[in-house]
T-cell receptor, first 115, second 112 residues
């Protein structure tokens, strides 16, 4: 078990371009979460999946953002028509499905810079 | 999820215990207290969690007050590598629990 992985680790793009990030959760973790973190702030929740179902979306997730988890394993987060305000660290986390404790384990993040 | 309050920054001498406080006065009975830390430019790292009893693992100890309105994370022998932002969050245990709500955390600086 190598933990949560995210690719790419860094992305620089021009305003208006589309970008896609990938997250591979810990194997057998049913739940997968996306967060965004800007400099000096704590992570902010974007959305989460249980298996392939997207169960909750934050108001931060504008229409330009879309997340998928087609087979209940890896997930992608796409940002269309990027804006400079999208520059941030995008974090992915996973947790096992359980009735009680659901500890989230985070990946290293993808740092996005929109020029 | 309940809101937490943490001091923005703390210093600690290397080799001494670091005690990081967290207030969560609106915590409800089915919410756990979790601690994470984030070293510069990395993802948050899980440290420890608890419900009402004190907990200890290889990284830290967690002391939760009897009324559960506050807790303290203890790093017994802080090293320079423990310099990080420490986040205290509370999160429900039910099966619909999704997001974690992070505040701005406490920046712990361990000094030689």
């Amino acid at each position: 078990d190598t933990g949560v992985s995210q690719n790419p680790r860094h992305k620089i793009t021009k305003r208006g371009q589309n970008v896609t990030f990938r997250c591979d959760p810990i194997s057998e973790h049913n739940r997968l979460y996306w967060y965004r973190q800007t400099l000096g702030q704590g992570p902010e929740f974007l959305t989460y999946f249980q298996n392939e179902a997207q169960l909750e979306k934050s108001r931060l997730l504008s229409d330009r953002f879309s997340a998928e988890r087609p087979k209940g394993s890896f997930s992608t987060l796409e940002i269309q028509r990027t804006e400079q305000g999208d520059s941030a660290m995008y974090l992915c986390a996973s947790s096992p499905e359980a009735g009680g404790v659901q500890t989230q384990y985070f990946g290293p993040g993808t740092r996005l810079l929109v020029l | 999820d309940a809101k937490t309050t943490q001091p923005p920054s703390m210093d600690c001498a290397e080799g001494r215990a670091a005690n990081l406080p967290c207030n969560h006065s609106t915590i409800s009975g089915n919410e756990y207290v979790y601690w994470y830390r984030q070293i510069h430019s990395q993802g948050p790292q899980y440290i420890i969690h608890g419900l009402k009893n004190n907990e200890t693992n290889e990284m830290a100890s967690l002391i939760i007050t009897e009324d559960r309105k506050s807790s303290t994370l203890i790093l017994p022998h802080a090293t320079l590598r423990d310099t990080a932002v420490y986040y205290c969050i509370v999160r429900g245990m039910n099966t619909n629990a999704g997001k974690s709500t992070f505040g701005d955390g406490t920046t712990l600086t361990v000094k030689p």
